[in-house]
C-alpha cells in the first residue's frame, strides 16, 4: 500500500510544482494573457471559488480567477449576477466561500461529450474492420500477401490529410465524418498489429497442436488468438490515442459549433485563449482516460502476461 | 507375439532433394517397436534422430519406405490421437493455468467436463503437481513446467509417447529425479516410449532398448539391449552392470563416429 501512494505521489507532486511554477513565472514576467494564460485563469473556465474576506485589508483580483478573494468593502451587489449560478456555499476558516461553475463547463462538456462519441465510434468501426481483416489475411496466406505491403505503406502516410474529403463525403456536421477519419487512421496499426498477433505463433505450440490433430478454427481459438492479445492490446493502445487525435483535428477542419475541435478553433480566433487551453487540457483528459480503460481491460484479459508479473 | 507399435522398413528421408543444399537425414532405416518398449534414441548432433521421432509422428514427412504405426499409417495414427509429444520446451500455453494446459487436448478431443477434471487431477497427481492447479507457466521451475507438459501428453492415454530431449535443457539433479519418476509413470501407464537423447547415462537407465545412430546420413548403426531388472531406482546407477552397458553404448558411439571419418 505504501508503494503505491509512494507510486502516485511522485508524479503528482511534479503536476503541483510544474503548475505553481507556471502560474509564478506568468504572474512575474507579466507574460500576455494571449501567449500563455496562467493555470489558475484556465481553471476558472470550469469553476470559480468566490471567498469572502472578513477584513478589507486584502486587496481585490480580478473575478476571472479560479480563486476570487472578495474584501469586505467590495459590495456583493455587483457581484450578484456571478453567485447566481452557485453550486455550493460553505465556510472555511471563518471565511464564506461560494463556489460557481465555470462560464466555459456546460459548452466544453457538451462539446466533449460529442468529440468522444465521434472518438468512440471511430475507435468501434476502426478496431472490428482492422480484426476483422486481419482474421481473414491470417486465415488465407494470399489475403496476406496481397494487402499487407500497403497495409504497412498506409500505415506510414498521414492519413489526417483525408479529414477534409471526409467532411466533404458525409458533411460537416454529421458526425460520422469525423468518425471515418477515426476509423481510417485506426484500421491499419490495428490490423498490422492482429495480424502479427495470430501469425508470430511459437513452431513448437502449432507441432503441439497438429499432434493432436487440431482443425484449423481450434488452432484459431485456441492458440492463435490468445496468443494475439498482446499484440491486439498494443494496437488498442496505439487506436486510443490516434481516436482523440482524429475526432479533434477533423474537427479542425470544420463541424458543428458543440465540437471540441471547433470549439477551440473558434474561441481561439476571438482570441479567448484560457477557454481554448481548458478544451484542450479536457481533450487532454479524454485521451489519458481512454488510455487507461485500455489498460485495465488488458488487466482483466491477459492477467498472465510478462508485463503483470512481479 | 503381438503387433508391433512401430514398423519401420527401408526408411529414407532427404531434406532439399534436387537443391544444392540437399541433406541426406536418413537412411535405410529399419525399425521395429514393441508395446511397453522404453526405445531411446541417441547419436551425435545432426544423426536425425529428433528427424526420426518427427516422422513417426507424422510432424514430417518421408522421401521412401513404409512407417506403420499401431498397423496404419503414421498419418491416420496421428488424427487418431495415438501420440502424445513432449518437447525440450515445455511449451505451456502462457494464458492457461497448469489444469488448463493439462486439458487441453482433453478439450480437443471433447472429453465431458468430469472426464476432463477427473483426468486432469489424477494426471496432475501423477507427476505430484496438484498444489500447483491455478498456477501459471510461468510461477513454475522448468522441472516442474516439463512435468506438466508429460502430465499433458499422457492426459489422454495415448498408446505412444513422443519425447524429444525433454529434460535436455534441465539441471543434472533435476533431470535424475525426473528419470525416475519418468520410468515409474511409463510402468504405471503401459505406454511405449520413444525418447530422444544424447545423454547415455540417461539413455541406459530408462530404455529397455537403445538404438545408437550416426551421422550424415543418419542411421541406425547399433540395436542395444538394455537387460537391466526392473524396478530401476538410484541403486541401479551404481550397479556393474549398467557401467557396463554405459560403456557398449558409449563405444558403439564411438564407432559411429569413427565409421565416418
Known amino acids: ?310 | 507375439m503381438q503387433n508391433p507399435v512401430v514398423s519401420i522398413q527401408n526408411l529414407n528421408k532427404t531434406f532439399g532433394e534436387g537443391t544444392a543444399n540437399q541433406v541426406h537425414a536418413l537412411k535405410d532405416i529399419n525399425l521395429v517397436i514393441q508395446p511397453n518398449e522404453f526405445i531411446s534414441l541417441i547419436g551425435p548432433s545432426g544423426c536425425g534422430k529428433s528427424t526420426l521421432l518427427r516422422v513417426i509422428g507424422d510432424l514430417t514427412g518421408i522421401t521412401s519406405g513404409q512407417v506403420l504405426i499401431n498397423n496404419k499409417s503414421a498419418h491416420q495414427a496421428r488424427l487418431d490421437r495415438d501420440y502424445g509429444m513432449v518437447f525440450q520446451a515445455a511449451t505451456l500455453y502462457d494464458w492457461r493455468t497448469v489444469a488448463k494446459n493439462v486439458q487441453l487436448p482433453l478439450e480437443l478431443m471433447n472429453y465431458s467436463k468430469e472426464k476432463k477434471e477427473g483426468r486432469t487431477r489424477e494426471m496432475l497427481a501423477l507427476v505430484e503437481l496438484s498444489d500447483f492447479a491455478k498456477h501459471f507457466p510461468w510461477q513454475l521451475s522448468g522441472g516442474m513446467q516439463q512435468r506438466v507438459a508429460i502430465a499433458r501428453a499422457l492426459a489422454f492415454e495415448p498408446s505412444i509417447l513422443l519425447m524429444d530431449e525433454p529434460f535436455g535443457a534441465l539441471d543434472e539433479m533435476t533431470r535424475e529425479r525426473l528419470n525416475l519418476e519418468l520410468l515409474n509413470i511409463w510402468q504405471k501407464t503401459q505406454t511405449t516410449v520413444i525418447f530422444v537423447t544424447h545423454s547415455i547415462t540417461e539413455a541406459v537407465f530408462l530404455s529397455t532398448r537403445v538404438i545408437v545412430m550416426s551421422a550424415r546420413p543418419g542411421r541406425i548403426t547399433q540395436d542395444i539391449k538394455i537387460d537391466l531388472p526392473h524396478p530401476r531406482n538410484t541403486d541401479t546407477r551404481e550397479n556393474v552392470r549398467f557401467f557396463e552397458l554405459e560403456t557398449e553404448v558409449r563405444e558403439a558411439l564411438r564407432r559411429s563416429e569413427s565409421k565416418r571419418e
Open chain 1, 1 to 310: 500500500m505504501n508503494d503505491r501512494v509512494q507510486k502516485y505521489l511522485a508524479p503528482v507532486l511534479v503536476l503541483i510544482v510544474i503548475l505553481v511554477l507556471w502560474e509564478v513565472w506568468v504572474a512575474s514576467f507579466n507574460i500576455q494573457k494571449f501567449l500563455l494564460p496562467r493555470p489558475s485563469v484556465i481553471l476558472a473556465n470550469f469553476a470559480q471559488f468566490f471567498i469572502f474576506e472578513p477584513g478589507d485589508t486584502a486587496a481585490a483580483t480580478s473575478t476571472d480567477q479560479f480563486f476570487v478573494f472578495v474584501p469586505a468593502n467590495v459590495s456583493r451587489d455587483k457581484l450578484e449576477p456571478v453567485l447566481a449560478g452557485k453550486f455550493a456555499d460553505f465556510s472555511l476558516f471563518g471565511r464564506q466561500i461560494v463556489a460557481v461553475k465555470g462560464a466555459n463547463l456546460d459548452p466544453i462538456l457538451q462539446a466533449a461529450f460529442f468529440t468522444l462519441r465521434e472518438a468512440l465510434g471511430g475507435f468501434a468501426l476502426g478496431c472490428s474492420t482492422g480484426i476483422l481483416i486481419a482474421l481473414a489475411t491470417a486465415r488465407w496466406t494470399v489475403t496476406r500477401e496481397a494487402f499487407m505491403p500497403f497495409a504497412i505503406a498506409a500505415n506510414s502516410t498521414p492519413i489526417i490529410a483525408f479529414a477534409p474529403i471526409m467532411n466533404n463525403w458525409f458533411g460537416l456536421d454529421n458526425p460520422f465524418s469525423k468518425m471515418a477519419i477515426v476509423a481510417i487512421m485506426i484500421f491499419f496499426p490495428m490490423m498490422i498489429n492482429t495480424v502479427r498477433g495470430l501469425v508470430s505463433v511459437d513452431a513448437r505450440s502449432l507441432e503441439l497442436m497438429r499432434s493432436y490433430a487440431a482443425s484449423d478454427f481450434e488452432i484459431l481459438f485456441k492458440l492463435r488468438i490468445p496468443n494475439s492479445l498482446p499484440y491486439l492490446f498494443n494496437g488498442f493502445k496505439i487506436a486510443a490515442a490516434l481516436s482523440m487525435i482524429g475526432a479533434v483535428v477533423g474537427e479542425y477542419f470544420g463541424g458543428p459549433r458543440i465540437a471540441l475541435g471547433v470549439f477551440i478553433t473558434q474561441e481561439a480566433a476571438l482570441f479567448r485563449f484560457s477557454s481554448a487551453w481548458a478544451a484542450i487540457i479536457v481533450a487532454c483528459i479524454l485521451g489519458i482516460a481512454l488510455y487507461l480503460v485500455i489498460l485495465a481491460a488488458e488487466r482483466l484479459a491477459m492477467p498472465w502476461h510478462v508485463s503483470f508479473r512481479n
